[in-house]
């Protein structure tokens, strides 16, 4: 990788060639290695050129997705991510915001259109990637995110969650979404492996994949543990797994407790987190060992952030009203459809809650009521 790229783009993107000829990805077709994927990566970025342009990204769980989203972060081009079956999406998001080159799928494989040469549009140095909440898909408003936020969100997540170069993730989410972009992103800063799947969990094919290719997590929105249910997933042998990470929305508290006993029975974790767009995807994780006692909860801050609540004038809601507001050393803002400059320097990801003190795991749903780690729920 040239200094000039190296300076540009994100850490974990541009060091993907220090883990060498460890397994990186692995598909029903092929396996690339750490060193296989740099070298892709790094002619995709040439494509791309070296002058900053606003790049859109229609991606798919398949190996042209994910190294066209990498050579844009090497090449430091600002990048609009959408998932690939909504081109009604895309088709919106282009008149827009009007980007310099779209990449989309064609015939089988990956298109590059340069829509203009250079670019017009004066892009903020921050601003490395734009993303629609769950809430907003199709619409003109986006959330920006910065270099630094994708790196330290990646490193806060494969902190807690332990991730090391002997793990294997399945893609079982979007990589436009950015829960399922999450998962990737940690998984490369390890120089862990990502077996990229678009299968559901209630095809057998999906769990052929995860036992013959040794995977030892995949990640869980509410929905996914109506399917698990339905397939038998609490008798399956799965020995290598790890753990579950949940988010998306909030799984019942009956929900979080029957799966983490089952993890504990059958030797792997249940991670429940909670998150925004806005905060690059997880704000905080519900330690193991206290999903089954307070499965309510949305857990601690990752590691690196911090949550506060401030008082709202004139909102009661149970006990103390406020706004808990998630800080970190991340930048972060929401963008409306026009111009694109960067994220905030100082943002601050925020829901309204009623709460009463602010020292553990604090509870979702209703008023906040903060969880001691020693001593159950604050009083």
């Not at 040239?2 to 077709?29: C, H, K, M, N, S």
């Not at 050129?49 to 600002?78: E, I, K, M, Q, W």
């Not at 015939?107 to 769950?134: F, K, M, W, Y």
Request: glycine content about 10%; overall charge negative; charged content about 20%.
């Amino acid at each position: 990788m040239t200094a000039q790229l190296e300076l540009a783009g994100v850490p974990f993107a541009w060091g993907l060639a220090d883990y060498g000829d460890a397994p990186a990805i692995i598909t029903d077709r092929v396996t690339l290695t750490y060193r296989e994927l740099a070298e892709r990566v790094e002619a995709f970025a040439r494509q791309l050129g070296t002058g900053r342009r606003l790049v859109a990204l229609a991606a798919s769980n398949d190996v042209d997705s994910l190294v066209a989203y990498l050579a844009a972060l090497v090449g430091g081009h600002p990048l609009i991510l959408l998932p690939e079956d909504k081109p009604t999406a895309l088709d919106s998001l282009v008149a827009a915001y009007d980007p310099d080159v779209v990449i989309r799928p064609a015939n089988g494989e990956i298109a590059l259109v340069e829509r203009h040469q250079g670019s017009r549009h004066a892009l903020h140095p921050d601003l490395a990637l734009l993303l629609s909440t769950s809430g907003s898909t199709g619409s003109p408003k986006l959330v920006r995110l910065s270099h630094r936020n994708l790196q330290a969100n990646a490193e806060s997540i494969a902190s807690y969650l332990g991730i090391t170069a002997g793990d294997r993730a399945a893609t079982t989410l979007p990589m436009s979404y950015c829960y399922g972009l999450s998962v990737i992103n940690s998984h490369l800063l390890r120089g862990a492996t990502l077996v990229l799947t678009g299968l559901s969990v209630v095809d057998p094919c999906f769990w052929e994949l995860i036992r013959q290719q040794r995977c030892t997590s995949f990640a869980a929105v509410p929905y996914t543990f109506e399917l698990l249910d339905r397939v038998g997933f609490g008798d399956m042998d799965l020995p290598d797994l790890r753990y579950i990470t949940q988010a998306g929305g909030r799984l019942a508290p009956d929900q979080v407790r029957r799966y983490a006993q089952l993890g504990s029975l059958r030797g792997w974790d249940l991670f429940v987190m909670y998150g925004q767009t806005e905060a690059t995807a997880r704000m905080a994780y519900l330690p193991p060992h206290l999903a089954a006692e307070h499965p309510e909860a949305i857990g601690l801050p990752v590691p690196g952030g911090a949550f506060r609540i401030d008082p709202v004038d004139g909102l009661h809601d149970g006990g103390e009203p406020g706004v808990y507001r998630a800080e970190r050393d991340a930048r972060l803002r929401r963008n409306p459809g026009g111009p694109v400059p960067g994220p905030d320097r100082h943002g601050t990801a925020h829901r309204r809650l009623g709460a009463e003190e602010c020292c553990g795991p604090v509870r979702s749903g209703g008023a906040a009521q903060p969880v001691r780690q020693d001593r159950g729920p604050a009083r």
